[in-house]
């Protein structure tokens, strides 16, 4: 069965500074995909950045980008120039497609606080 | 275009109640699921449904059903429910093509005493 392992749950950066967040999965599949959430006080949950397994080409998003090593089984979020609205819940999730659903597996978050 | 609506978005009910969470999607995505939140944990999938008139167990469906209503809703049901059901739920939809994310509604809290 896959896992998805945050081992971090808090951290705390100050504004305007790069923050890293770690995450790794155990999995046997070699096409999958990999996502990054956020979860604000709001309680929604937002998507920030997405990764296809079979791209090497790590994936960017504005201020977003990750760290994927395949063979490590290592998918780091990095958040540059960071900002007080990236206060935050972040969860890792893994997804290998199944037939025609696709169901996200869920690290157990890191919570990260930016400082003003 | 509202995304994923949830309701109600706060419940409280004892012991042995009955109550059915609603969902509804007008994105005109073919996959639902429904998922809990404990403190401290991710969201972890009750039950899914790939498409209309489909819906599979996912890893905690101990205690739920679900009706795939039709395309555009997915209600979740406690039959008789549990202080061990107090959770957040959320509902979410994908589409089978494309980037595969899954779009999550605002959630439910729901206490159970």
């Known amino acids: 069965a896959q896992t998805v392992t945050q081992s971090q749950p808090e951290m705390s950066v100050q504004e305007a500074e790069t923050v890293t967040l770690s995450c790794t999965y155990d999995t046997s599949e070699n096409n999958y995909y990999l996502f990054w959430y956020k979860q604000p006080p709001s309680r929604q949950m937002i998507l920030v950045i997405r990764q296809e397994a079979y791209k090497q080409q790590n994936a960017t998003e504005n201020r977003f980008s990750v760290n994927f090593q395949k063979a490590a089984k290592s998918f780091s979020l990095k958040i540059s120039d960071s900002q007080l609205g990236d206060t935050a819940m972040y969860f890792c999730a893994f997804m290998k497609p199944m037939d025609s659903s696709y169901k996200l597996i869920f690290g157990s978050g890191t919570r990260l606080l930016v400082r003003p | 275009n509202a995304g994923v609506t949830q309701t109600p978005k706060f419940q409280v009910l004892k012991t042995g109640q009955s109550m059915t969470l609603q969902c509804a999607q007008d994105?005109?995505?073919?996959?639902m699921y429904w998922y809990r939140q404990d403190p401290g944990m991710g969201l972890r999938l009750i039950y899914y449904?790939?498409?209309?008139?489909?819906?599979d167990k996912g890893e905690v469906p101990n205690g739920y059903n679900v009706s795939r209503l039709n395309k555009r809703e997915f209600s979740l049901r406690l039959e008789s429910a549990a202080p061990s059901q107090t959770s957040v739920y959320f509902c979410?939809?994908?589409?089978?093509?494309?980037?595969?994310?899954?779009?999550f509604g605002p959630g439910t809290r729901l206490t159970v005493t």
């Open positions: 449904s790939a498409s209309e008139g489909t819906t």
């Open positions: 994105m005109n995505h073919n996959s």
């Open positions: 979410a939809s994908s589409e089978w093509e494309g980037g595969r994310e899954q779009y």
